[in-house]
T-cell receptor, first 113, second 114 residues
Framework: ETGVTQTPRHLVMGMTNKKSLKCEQHLGHNAMYWYKQSAKKPLELMFV???????ENNSVPSRFSPECPNSSHLFLHLHTLQPEDSALYLCASRPEGGRNEQFFGPGTRLTVL | GENVEQHPSTLSVQEGDSAVIKCTYS??????FPWYKQELGKRPQLIIDIRSNVGEKKDQRIAVTLNKTAKHFSLHITETQPEDSAVYFC?????????????FGKGTHLIIQP
C-alpha cells in the first residue's frame, strides 16, 4: 500500500452514463495526477494538479473532467465515453520538498460498453 | 513534448543472469528519470530513480545509468530472481515546476526463466 486509494476499483458503464472516479491520499502530498493505462500503450499522463490548481492537461478530450477540491482528493468525472476509453485509470501523488517520486494508487478498471 | 522510447518490449533471461533495459528521451530539459515495476494486477511501484546531475545510481542488485549527451538511460538488474519477473517502465519528466507529469516508455516484460 502506498497510501493512495482509489474508488471504485472496477466500473462498467454505458456510453450515455455519467460516473466519477475518486482518488484520495492522506500523505500530505500537494501534487496529484491522473494517468490512463491501456493495453499495448504506455501509461499516458492526463492531468496534473498542484495545490488544487490544474497545471497540466495533456490534450485530454472534454468528456473527461477532473476536479481537485483539496490537496487530498482528486476526481475524474466521466460522461459520454467511448468504448476505446476502456482502460485502467491510475491516480498518483507526489510529496513536496524536492522529492520527485510519484506514488500510485491501485487504479480503477473502467469498461465502457 | 517529451517522447520516451523503451527497448526491448520483452526480455527473457535465465535466473541468476543480468538484465538490461534501455530508454531514450527526446526533451533535453527532462531532468528526472524514474523506473517503475508493475506486477500483474498491481500498481506501478518505483524501484529506482536518477536525476540529471548524476550519471549512475545503484541500490543492491539494481542500477541505473544516465547519458545526458546521448539522451539515454538504462536499468541494470544483476543476479536476477523469479520475483523480478514483471513489467518495467522507464519515464522522464521535468521536475521543479508545476508541469512535472511523467512521460512513460511502453514497458518491458521481463521474464526470469528458472
Amino acid at each position: 500500500e502506498t497510501g493512495v486509494t482509489q474508488t471504485p476499483r472496477h466500473l462498467v458503464m454505458g456510453m450515455t452514463n455519467k460516473k466519477s472516479l475518486k482518488c484520495e491520499q492522506h500523505l500530505g502530498h500537494n501534487a496529484m495526477y491522473w494517468y490512463k493505462q491501456s493495453a499495448k500503450k504506455p501509461l499516458e499522463l492526463m492531468f496534473v494538479y498542484n495545490f488544487k490548481e490544474q497545471t497540466e492537461n495533456n490534450s485530454v478530450p472534454s468528456r473527461f473532467s477532473p476536479e481537485c477540491p483539496n490537496s487530498s482528493h482528486l476526481f475524474l468525472h466521466l460522461h459520454t465515453l467511448q468504448p476505446e476509453d476502456s482502460a485502467l485509470y491510475l491516480c498518483a501523488s507526489r510529496p513536496e520538498g524536492g522529492r520527485n517520486e510519484q506514488f500510485f494508487g491501485p487504479g480503477t478498471r473502467l469498461t465502457v460498453l | 513534448g517529451e517522447n520516451v522510447e523503451q527497448h526491448p518490449s520483452t526480455l527473457s533471461v535465465q535466473e541468476g543472469d543480468s538484465a538490461v533495459i534501455k530508454c531514450t528521451y527526446s526533451d533535453s530539459a527532462s531532468n528526472y528519470f524514474p523506473w517503475y515495476k508493475q506486477e500483474l494486477g498491481k500498481r506501478p511501484q518505483l524501484i529506482i530513480d536518477i536525476r540529471s546531475n548524476v550519471g549512475e545510481k545503484k541500490d543492491q542488485r539494481i542500477a541505473v545509468t544516465l547519458n545526458k549527451t546521448a539522451k539515454h538511460f538504462s536499468l541494470h538488474i544483476t543476479e536476477t530472481q523469479p520475483e523480478d519477473s514483471a513489467v518495467y517502465f522507464c519515464a522522464a519528466s521535468i521536475s521543479g515546476g508545476g508541469a512535472d507529469g511523467l512521460t512513460f516508455g511502453k514497458g518491458t516484460h521481463l521474464i526470469i526463466q528458472p
